[in-house]
């Protein structure tokens, strides 16, 4: 596995997690210790998203800060490398 494919795997389990824990608030709006482990996964997963941008390039569209379309040009993920 390459380090590219590593790195989307964090990415994609962090991002999971948080969302889950938010389905959770949905139902347990108070729950304390659901707020600050997502507030603990977004700091985890915001300098993994901002290492893969500068290495690989915008995982969005709205990341894309040169060209508007350019986005488009890296492999898809089921392109592979």
């Known amino acids: 596995m390459s380090k590219r494919e590593i790195l989307l795997r964090k990415i994609s389990s962090y991002a999971f997690a948080i969302y889950e824990l938010k389905?959770?608030?949905?139902?347990?709006p108070n729950c304390r210790k659901t707020i600050a482990k997502?507030?603990?996964?977004?700091?985890?997963?915001?300098?993994?998203?901002?290492?893969?941008?500068?290495?690989?390039?915008?995982l969005f569209s709205s990341e894309n800060k040169k060209d508007y379309w350019t986005w488009v040009n890296a492999p898809?993920?089921?392109?592979?490398e």
């Open 23 to 28: 389905l959770y608030l949905d139902t347990h």
């Open 76 to 80: 898809w993920p089921w392109e592979g």
């Open 38 to 58: 997502i507030e603990e996964y977004e700091a985890k997963l915001a300098p993994l998203r901002q290492e893969y941008v500068n290495e690989y390039g915008p």
